[in-house]
């Protein structure tokens, strides 16, 4: 069976600083793993997936994140948030089961 | 572009109807998907189909059924509506890759725009 937790259900930051959201996985074979944004009032849109290729996945909107098969990690990072990055982020494991999601702040 | 598309953004509905929620998709994706949004509980998904007439029960499929009576077009329906059962909708569809079983497995979601549905 897989599963995947968000580490952090809020995370706060200011505008130009780095944005870290956590996400462990659980699952019995190589996964499949994505993140999603959900800005508010709006559908939800892919950030980013990684299927077994590269271990660092580059996505939209300068997001990125790293698979660590050791740490059963799939992190998501930003250099520098922008106040456009505010909203709720999920970690799905195998395409369809989404982490409780964490909410994103951006301070001016 | 994908297009999902939800019949209703909005609905209300009394404690014991039987209420349909209605999602097509324009892409000829073989699978769909609804989900359930809840704050704090992410979303939680209660059937799935990868074919037409088919069906697979996800992690919380008690109180819902689901049609799939045509390739575009997926439904979930409340028997029997309940306050519980208040929540934000969402619809997908994705691709199905060939080898990779009912479930691509690395297809990314796309999503509808959701039915917020208020019981009463």
């Known amino acids: 069976a897989q599963s995947v937790t968000q580490l952090d259900s809020h995370v706060s930051v200011s505008e130009g600083t780095p944005v870290l959201l956590r996400c462990n996985y659980s699952?019995?074979?190589?996964?499949?793993l994505f993140w999603y944004v959900q800005h508010p009032n709006k559908g939800l849109q892919l950030l980013l997936k990684?299927?077994?290729?590269?271990?660092l996945v580059k996505g939209i909107n300068g997001f990125e994140a790293e698979f660590k098969k050791s740490e059963t990690s799939f992190h998501l990072t930003k250099p520098s948030a922008h106040m456009s990055d505010a909203a709720e982020y999920f970690c799905v494991v195998s395409e369809v089961r989404f982490g409780a999601g964490t909410t994103v702040t951006v301070r001016a | 572009d994908v297009k999902v598309t939800q019949s209703s953004r909005y609905l209300v509905k009394r404690t014991g109807e039987k209420v349909f929620l209605e999602c097509v998709q324009d892409m000829d994706h073989e699978n769909m998907f609804w989900y359930r949004q809840d704050p704090g509980l992410g979303l939680r998904l209660i059937y799935f189909?990868?074919?037409?007439?088919?069906?697979e029960k996800g992690d919380i499929p008690e109180g819902y059924s689901v049609s799939r009576e045509k390739k575009e077009r997926f439904s979930l329906i409340l028997e029997s509506a309940s306050t519980n059962q208040t929540s934000m909708y969402l619809c997908?569809?994705?691709?199905?890759?060939?080898?990779?079983?009912?479930?691509?497995?690395?297809?990314?979601?796309?999503f509808g725009n959701g039915t917020r549905l208020t019981v009463t």
């Open positions: 990684y299927t077994s290729a590269a271990t």
């Open positions: 997908a569809s994705s691709i199905s890759h060939p080898g990779q079983g009912n479930l691509g497995g690395n297809s990314p979601l796309h």
């Open positions: 699952s019995s074979y190589s996964p499949s």
């Open positions: 189909s990868y074919d037409v007439k088919m069906k």
